[in-house]
């Protein structure tokens, strides 16, 4: 199993930052991979085990189904059901942590997965920095209104 682990600070409170990720259907307003999103079967998107279809801006479909999400702790939990990415068993977590130091937000993203043993390298740069950093770059830059 492979463990993806990436932080950054986001110059914003936690709660603005947290009004932007916590709508499970919201990506396609902060991730600038994702091309459009949709909760399946009408459920709300903090409904615990509804699923998210989501259209790639590169042309793939991934599903994912929400296992947890708290407010108090500015955590979301979920796992990939369908992707092309080759990967198996994963799960993510994306946890938002306040500094009050300057009212700014300490983000982490982890996922673990399995996957073919010759593309864990690929797979994990891909995910930490293609993905999870990828998408803290354009929150920053969401939330500081640019």
Do not use: H
């Not at 932080?7 to 936690?14: F, Q, W």
């Not at 998107?45 to 479909?61: A, E, H, K, M, V």
């Not at 702790?73 to 990967?87: A, D, F, K, Q």
């Not at 950093?133 to 354009?138: G, I, M």
């Amino acid at each position: 199993m492979i463990r993806v682990y990436t932080s950054s600070v986001i110059d914003a409170p936690a709660d603005q930052v947290w009004g932007k990720v916590r709508d499970f259907n919201g990506l396609p307003q902060w991730a600038p991979f994702v091309a459009e999103s949709r909760i399946e079967g009408s459920l709300p998107s903090d409904s615990i085990g509804c699923i998210r279809n989501f259209q790639l801006r590169s042309g793939g479909t991934i599903r994912e189904q929400l296992l947890a999400l708290s407010d108090y702790e500015y955590t979301c939990v979920y796992s990939i059901l369908e992707s092309p990415m080759g990967v198996d068993n994963y799960v993510a977590t994306l946890k938002l942590t306040p500094v009050t130091d300057g009212n700014r937000t300490f983000a982490e993203w982890t996922a673990e997965f399995d996957c073919a043993r010759e593309r864990e390298k690929e797979l994990a740069e891909s995910i930490g920095q293609g993905v999870f950093q990828a998408a803290f770059n354009s929150l920053k830059n969401l939330v500081a209104g640019r």
